[in-house]
């Protein structure tokens, strides 16, 4: 069994500016609230649908109004961080799996293309576009680390149960792009590592209506994911890029 990264002495300093995107979802949220409580002298920039509805926390934040499913709108948010910020840590916790008019096929006989073209835009598209619009603006030092939420259920070769169709592909579409994203910046000096991490099983809306079969104790709040998954960030090293890890820090394959 592979070794969780949490077992090696985290690397590097500890970060000066931390930009969450999806800052309103749950995970975002309470990711915002453990950088703010271990990095209370950090600048926390966060982007959310409706910036209103952020939660006030101890630390100055910079938030700002987007749509991952919006490329003029990230250009927009992006402008908007001023010119001598520079990005450490970006972490993207954005990503859709149902709505009122879609639900996780059960089977190939449910594939619709709207359904399809919903999860790619949401998943992969908006993700890999976000971060194209903001490395421009992070820092160039072998610290900086961008972590986006993936998914155990795109993994191609964990596959065992099927089913599950936009989001699977959505999610194995994502993991393609963030090796890419690793393989072109690994070329640069000082490129940034990139990530996928897997969140587990966490209490917030997407997915609440699949919680019914899972154990009480597998059932994780969102201020444990979070926590988990700022330690999986500290302790990201340069070989690391392109990788997929859960929130133990367990790396598993695309």
């Known amino acids: 069994m592979s070794e969780s990264i949490l077992e090696r002495q985290a690397a590097g300093t500890p970060p000066g500016c931390v930009l969450v995107a999806g800052a309103s979802g749950g995970i975002g949220s309470a990711f915002c609230g453990?950088?703010?409580?271990?990095?209370?002298?950090?600048?926390?920039?966060?982007?959310?649908?409706?910036?209103?509805?952020?939660?006030?926390?101890?630390?100055?934040?910079?938030?700002?109004?987007?749509?991952?499913?919006?490329?003029?709108?990230?250009?927009?948010?992006?402008?908007?961080?001023?010119?001598?910020?520079?990005?450490?840590?970006?972490?993207?916790?954005?990503?859709w799996l149902h709505d009122e008019a879609y639900s996780p096929e059960k089977t190939y006989k449910s594939l619709n293309a709207d359904h399809l073209l919903r999860s790619y835009r949401t998943n992969a598209i908006g993700p890999a576009l976000l971060v194209k619009h903001l490395l421009p603006r992070m820092s160039a030092t072998p610290d900086t680390k961008i972590g986006i939420l993936s998914a155990r259920v795109g993994s191609i070769s964990d596959n065992r149960l099927g089913g599950w169709h936009a989001y699977r592909a959505s999610k194995a579409a994502l993991n393609m792009l963030i090796r890419n994203y690793a393989l072109e910046l690994g070329r640069k000096r000082h490129g940034p590592v990139i990530v996928g991490l897997q969140p587990g099983t966490t209490d917030t809306a997407l997915s609440a209506p699949f919680q019914r079969n899972v154990p009480e104790d597998q059932l994780q709040s969102p201020e444990y994911t979070a926590g988990q998954l700022l330690k999986v960030m500290q302790h990201l090293q340069p070989q690391d890029s392109g990788q997929l890890f859960d929130f133990l820090g367990l790396p598993f394959e695309p």
Not at 60 to 69: A, Q
Not at 72 to 85: C, G, K, N
């Open 34 to 95: 453990a950088v703010s409580s271990h990095y209370p002298e950090a600048t926390l920039i966060r982007m959310a649908r409706n910036p209103d509805d952020l939660q006030a926390l101890p630390s100055e934040t910079l938030d700002l109004p987007f749509d991952i499913d919006d490329e003029r709108q990230m250009e927009q948010a992006t402008a908007r961080i001023p010119p001598e910020q520079q990005v450490d840590w970006l972490f993207i916790a954005t990503g």
